[in-house]
C-alpha cells in the first residue's frame, strides 16, 4: 500500500513509478551506453515503444569499477567513438518526450569534473530526472543530494546484501525516485540464474520503505524477470542489452528483446492476481 506521506513528496521520477506499479505493473528500466553508436538514441525511442517504465543512461567513464567486461566494452566503444557528456545530453536535448524518465548514472567522477550543480543543471536541461551514482556512499551523498534536489534531479541511492539493516534503512529513506537493489556483491553481467541473495535483500528493503524497488545486476532473460518481479516492483536490464548492442543488434532488435521482458513482467503480474 502507497504512504500518502512519501508519495506526496515524491518527484517526477517517483511518481510516475508509484503510479504504474500500484496499477500492479512489473517496472523494466533498460539501460544503454550513451555515445555507444552514431544513431544511439533511437535505442531510446526503441526501449520506450517495448514498454519500459524508465530508461538508464550511462555516461561512459574510463575506470567504470563496478562494471562487468560487457559494460566496460561500451564504456570503451563510446568513448573511442569521442562520447562525452556534453555531446551525450546535447544528443539528448534535440529529442522529443520519451514519455517515460530518463535516469543518468556514471561514476562520482564525471559529476565532480564540472562541479555537482553545472552538472545535475546540465542534466535537468536535458530533460533527465533522475541520477545514479554507484560509487557514492549514502554517509558522502549530502552534498549531492541537495544539489540535485534543487536542480530538480532525484539521487538515487543502492542497497546490496551486504549492507547492514540500519544503514539500509538510511538508504531506502534518502533515496529519491526508487531503491536500486543491486542483486549480488559482484561487476554488473549477465548470469544463468537469478542471485539467491535478491530475494532477501529485497524483501528487507521493502520492511524499511514503500518506495519502488528495481532490481538490478545479472537480470538477463524473461525468466529471470518473472522471478525478480516475484519480489521486487521490477528490473533493471543493463548488460543483456548493452552485449546485443555490441553484438550489432539494432533498435528493433532491442525493441523485440524487450518486449519479451514486458511479457515476461507482465504475465507475472496476471499469475499473481
Known amino acids: 500500500m ?3 506521506t512519501l508519495a506526496a513528496g515524491a518527484g517526477a ?5 508509484r503510479s504504474r506499479r500500484d496499477t500492479g505493473r512489473g517496472l523494466l528500466m533498460p539501460y544503454v551506453t550513451g555515445g555507444i553508436t552514431p544513431g544511439w538514441t533511437d535505442y531510446l525511442r526503441a526501449f520506450a515503444a517495448a514498454g519500459a517504465d524508465a530508461i538508464e543512461l550511462g555516461l561512459p567513464f574510463s575506470d567504470p569499477t563496478l562494471d562487468g567486461v560487457t559494460i566496460q566494452q561500451a564504456s570503451e566503444t563510446a568513448l573511442a567513438r569521442g562520447a562525452s557528456t556534453r555531446r551525450i545530453l546535447a544528443d539528448l536535448s534535440g529529442m522529443p518526450d520519451l514519455g517515460v524518465p530518463l535516469v543518468v548514472s556514471t561514476y562520482y567522477n564525471l559529476v565532480l569534473h564540472d562541479g555537482p550543480e553545472a552538472f545535475c543543471a ?5 530533460g533527465v530526472g533522475g541520477l545514479i551514482v554507484p560509487d ?11 544539489v540535485a534536489a534543487a536542480a530538480g534531479i532525484e539521487l538515487v541511492l543502492l542497497a546490496s546484501p551486504a549492507t ?8 531506502a529513506c534518502r533515496s529519491r525516485g526508487f531503491v536500486y537493489a543491486v542483486s549480488l556483491m559482484g561487476t554488473t553481467g549477465e548470469r544463468a ?3 539467491a541473495s535478491a530475494a532477501e535483500l529485497t524483501e528487507r528493503i521493502r520492511r524499511v520503505t514503500d518506495r519502488p524497488v528495481l532490481l538490478g545486476f545479472g537480470v538477463s532473460t524473461p525468466d529471470q524477470a518473472r522471478e525478480a518481479r516475484r519480489h521486487a516492483d521490477g528490473v533493471v536490464v543493463g548488460a543483456a542489452v548493452m552485449r546485443r548492442v555490441l553484438d550489432g543488434a539494432g533498435p528493433d532488435d532491442l525493441r523485440a528483446f524487450l518486449a519479451s521482458l514486458r511479457q515476461a513482467l507482465d504475465q507475472e503480474c496476471d499469475r499473481a492476481r
Not at 122 to 126: I, N, P, Q, T
Not at 164 to 171: K, Y
Request: proline share 11%; net charge negative; aromatic share 0%.
Open 13 to 17: 521520477v517517483e511518481r510516475h513509478l
Open 193 to 195: 540464474a537469478l542471485a
Open 122 to 126: 546540465a542534466l535537468r536541461r536535458a
Open 164 to 171: 547492514p539493516q540500519p544503514r539500509l534503512a538510511e538508504i
Open 2 to 4: 502507497t504512504n500518502p
Open 136 to 146: 557514492l556512499p549514502v554517509n558522502e551523498a549530502d552534498e549531492l543530494t541537495d
